[in-house]
């Protein structure tokens, strides 16, 4: 088990030093462009939500909209093939290719092909199969495979594709610059289509009502191979059908902006097969076009391999509403860093990659690169049709620590483990799963526990056995933690406004305990009366690791909990902000309607209730007052999907701090990935960014503040300077 | 050339400039001469479906051979999108999309009437032709482009400048 995950570490180093950078610059330009993007959309979140219902019912009539597509298409004159599975796709389009004595397919980009390995089966036959999309006929040149759906060559520099031209084609003059190199291209791969035989696309949508393809790109390469050549071959995932061409407007709007942040990509084919056009013999100098024939020839082939399954699979159900934009990869930080080729399978990759590669390949494929989703949800609001990404990664982690070896080394922690998991899942994922048993056994017995975890073969057993990264600072256990304290004390507050639960969540409660009890003085100071009982931990350690029964396991523990709180008219204030992120978005996967609703409604973070309580006319003078404090603020990556974070900065802004915060969205740790050794290093690269926002001459001397635990620990590492949570700066 | 206070023509006017895309806005009569001006030898063209006359330059009805040579490429556009400068441009027969994308300088001629305000409308309209004639149709917004290289390129399979004409009735 050590050995591979070695291997993969020297991997995923091996990708951050030669692709990394390409790859961060490219896809941090998309991010940045899609924000600015959407940001000027008034209806965005009015089109999201169309795009979602359309998908929804598109897939759930999809049966009905197959047959519909067939007589459309069959109507039109051309055909229609419902293939199985790869096999079965690539038989059909071989006999297609075949039957037109072809020598030279011409293809443009198709995730779909690279899904069946159409290429291959075509070469095998002995046909010339070129790619071109510019980035995917690099791909192919240089015989890798894409590095992220819509950017297949994104791993790439400038220079080293001049240098794979040089290696490839020795030509007289290399061409060098982006003009030079896309001049090259053009004219080589024009030479190539302009006597093809067959030309081969996907297909971004195709509309049942009338048998149109949606083709987007922005090269001209799409519409080129679909009307130069005679015969058309179109294969697209039987997902891509809608019901009507009314139903194509908020895609189109959606998808470019989403992708690349674009407005509209520069050429949306719609084509109804087969085209009028005159099919094209640039050696004619005789006949007009509009006397050539137009005697084309068309075969849309559906591939089904595995998505009519996933149809029926209720929580894999929604990758299938995925349109291929790529923001999940581009806003992901793990993926900026590392690429496709680290984060992704046979085929897919990126934040819904799991998803696909589980699909229609294997959990194998999808178990290569699923651990690198931390769950942090920056994808979430990017999706154009509101996918759950982190929740069918969850799932797909759920299912391959069901489907591991049940021979596991338990022993070591069974007794620490008092969870719903079967015996074989990874002894690491157990560890870190179970952290609040940890936690409890770790407050009983420290500082003993403390020496112990610190002692040198303890460290090394963690690491060998566990996988925990040597480099990285345990936690340190607390003996008196946050809820022994509470007890034992006298509230200050004599006539309270309002009484709240504070949730005790693991961290704070054993380790970060300082942070609890600056929130208590904070609440009580604003006249709120404040219990801190014991409540279980609220699931997110053994979510993250995709022990899905225990995470709901500890759901109905912290609401059957916290009910009778609720009920007594309590609210409830959370401090770590991804606590409130699993009842927000978790729990409704976990618990009925009624009881997530109730606990939604009453629970919030903690600064997000101070800001409400002075905006309720608490009298801030009881607070610490900043008086131009510097701050550096770091919010944590769940609380700003959830849009909460804007409340610290107006907090700490009304107190007269005086706030930078970091646009990094990321600070790489996400709770227990940058444990791992694995990923250790994956996960400081990340953070390098938000270290290198709060060492400038503007922030170096500024008190550094974060929201989230991982983002505190993190910052530890990464800083010489401590950290503290905001709680903590404007507690009296 | 003529101003205009029409809301959805400035909206036009302003998208296209967006996208560094030319605008000549003409009348039937003046056709002729503003094509000469505009396009580049060798050109060629798509018969129109308006009240218009090319100039002698541009050859109409080319040649696969002569389309490959050509600099210049004139077809009619159904519609504009005033919105997103986009143009939806037929496939027809006579080989207005073959026409459209291998020459460099493309030129799409729209009548002023036929620039609808947002996609959706221009959507709605070609889905009447696509369920009724199998229409297909391209919607170009600006040239061919790639950033596949390393950086932004203009022209990438198809052409490196638009130019288009509007025609005032
Ligand atoms: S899951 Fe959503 S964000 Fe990711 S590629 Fe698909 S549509 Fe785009």
Redesign the pocket.
């Known amino acids: 088990m050590s050995k591979g995950r070695g291997d993969k570490a020297a991997e995923i180093r091996r990708l951050m030093a030669t692709e990394g950078s390409a790859i961060e610059a490219n896809t941090k330009g998309f991010n940045r462009k899609r924000r600015e993007a959407v940001a000027e959309l008034d209806n965005y979140e009015e089109l999201r939500t169309r795009a979602r219902e359309i998908k929804e019912d598109a897939i759930d009539r999809l049966p009905e909209l197959i047959a519909e597509l067939r007589e459309s298409v069959e109507e039109n004159g051309g055909h229609l093939y419902v293939a199985d599975d790869a096999a079965d796709a690539n038989r059909y389009v071989r006999d297609v290719v075949a039957d037109e004595d072809a020598e030279r397919v011409v293809k443009s980009k198709s995730m779909t092909t690279e899904e069946l390995d159409v290429n291959e089966a075509l070469e095998a036959d002995g046909v010339d199969v070129v790619e071109t999309d510019l980035g995917e006929w690099v791909v192919q040149l240089a015989d890798e495979t894409p590095s992220h759906?819509i950017a297949p060559a994104i791993h790439r520099s400038r220079e080293s594709i001049a240098d794979l031209f040089e290696t490839v084609f020795d030509p007289a003059d290399p061409p060098e610059t982006a003009d030079e190199l896309t001049t090259f291209a053009r004219t080589r791969l024009g030479e190539l289509i302009r006597d093809a035989d067959v030309g081969m696309t996907g297909a971004n949508f195709v509309t049942a009502d009338s048998g149109t393809l949606a083709l987007v790109t922005s090269e001209g390469n799409a519409r080129k191979c679909a009307v130069t050549p005679d015969t058309h071959v179109a294969v697209a995932g039987v997902e891509k059908v809608v019901p009507s061409t009314d139903d194509l407007s908020p895609f189109l709007e959606l998808l470019a902006r989403?992708g690349t942040g674009q407005d509209l990509t520069a050429y949306v084919s719609l084509l109804t097969p087969p085209v009028d056009s005159p099919t094209l013999d640039f050696d004619d100098d005789e006949t007009p076009l509009s006397e050539r024939e137009s005697d084309r020839e068309f075969h849309l082939v559906l591939v089904d391999n595995g998505r009519m399954a996933m149809r029926e699979d209720e929580q894999l159900r929604e990758t299938l509403y995925?349109?291929?934009?790529?923001?999940?990869s581009n806003s992901c930080a793990n993926f900026q860093h590392v690429g496709g080729h680290a984060f992704g399978g046979e085929t897919y990759s990126?934040?819904?990659g799991t998803g696909w590669e589980a699909g229609v390949e294997s959990l194998d494929s999808a178990a290569e690169f699923n651990d690198l989703c931390t769950g942090c949800s920056r994808?979430v609001n990017?999706?154009?049709?509101k996918?759950d990404?982190p929740w069918i990664n969850t799932v797909v982690r759920d299912r391959i620590n069901r489907g591991a070896d049940p021979e596991g080394t338990d022993f070591l922690v069974e007794g620490l483990t008092p969870d719903e998991e079967p015996g074989g899942l990874d002894l690491d994922k157990r560890l870190f799963g179970n952290f609040a048993t940890l936690a409890k056994v770790g407050s009983a017995t420290a500082p003993v526990s403390n020496w112990i975890a610190d002692a040198a073969p303890v460290r090394w057993a963690l690491e060998r056995v566990a996988g925990v990264d040597a480099r990285r600072d345990l936690p340190e256990f607390r003996r008196e933690t946050l809820v022994d304290w509470a007890r034992t004390r006298t509230a200050t507050v004599t006539d309270p406004t309002r009484e709240v639960v504070l949730y005790p969540d693991v961290y704070t409660n054993h380790v970060q305990v300082e942070r609890g009890k600056a929130a208590v003085r904070t609440l009580e100071a604003l006249g709120v009366s404040v219990r801190v009982p014991s409540v279980p931990s609220s699931g997110r350690a053994p979510l993250s690791q995709g022990m899905i029964a225990t995470a709901e396991e500890h759901a109905h523990d912290v609401y059957g909990a916290l009910a009778e709180h609720v009920d007594a008219g309590r609210d409830v204030v959370v401090i770590e902000p991804s606590d409130l992120a699993m009842f927000e978005r978790e729990y409704e996967r976990f618990l009925a309607d009624a009881a997530v609703e109730r606990l939604q409604e009453h629970s919030y973070e903690i600064m997000e209730y101070v800001y409400g309580l002075l905006a309720n006319g608490a009298d801030a003078d009881a607070l610490r007052a900043g008086d131009g404090h510097e701050v550096a603020y770091h919010a944590h990556c769940q609380q700003r999907t959830l849009g909460l974070d804007a409340h610290t900065t107006a907090v700490l802004d009304d107190l007269g701090y005086d706030v930078v915060t970091s646009d990094v969205e990321c600070c790489g740790m996400a709770g227990s990935f940058g444990y791992k050794d694995t990923y250790y290093e994956l996960s400081m690269d990340v953070g390098e960014d938000l270290a290198e926002q709060f060492s400038t001459p503007e922030t170096r001397d500024r008190t550094v503040v974060a929201s989230g635990t991982s983002c505190l620990e993190q910052l530890d590492a990464l800083l010489s300077r401590p950290s503290r949570h905001p709680i903590e700066l404007i507690a009296p | 050339m003529a101003t205009t206070t029409n809301p959805t023509l400035s909206t036009f006017a302003d998208a296209l400039d967006e996208l560094g895309v030319a605008l000549t806005r003409t009348t039937a009569d003046e056709f002729a001469a503003t094509l000469d001006d505009v396009v580049r030898d060798p050109a060629v063209g798509v018969p129109l479906p308006f009240d218009v006359t090319y100039p002698d330059r541009v050859t109409v009805d080319p040649t696969p051979a002569a389309l490959e040579r050509a600099a210049t490429g004139v077809t009619p556009a159904t519609f504009g999108v005033a919105n997103y400068g986009s143009v939806l441009l037929p496939s027809t027969a006579d080989g207005a999309e073959p026409v459209s994308l291998y020459p460099e300088l493309h030129v799409p001629v729209v009548r002023a009437g036929d620039v609808l305000p947002d996609l959706p409308e221009a959507l709605d309209r070609f889905g009447d032709m696509a369920r009724t004639d199998g229409a297909s149709t391209v919607v170009a917004t600006g040239p061919s482009a790639t950033a596949d290289m390393g950086e932004l390129v203009l022209g990438a399979h198809g052409p490196e400048a638009v130019h288009v004409v509007m025609l005032d009735e």
Do not use: E, K, N, V
């Open positions: 759906l989403s995925c349109i291929r934009c790529g923001a999940c990126g934040g819904i994808c990017g999706c154009p049709t996918i990404i």
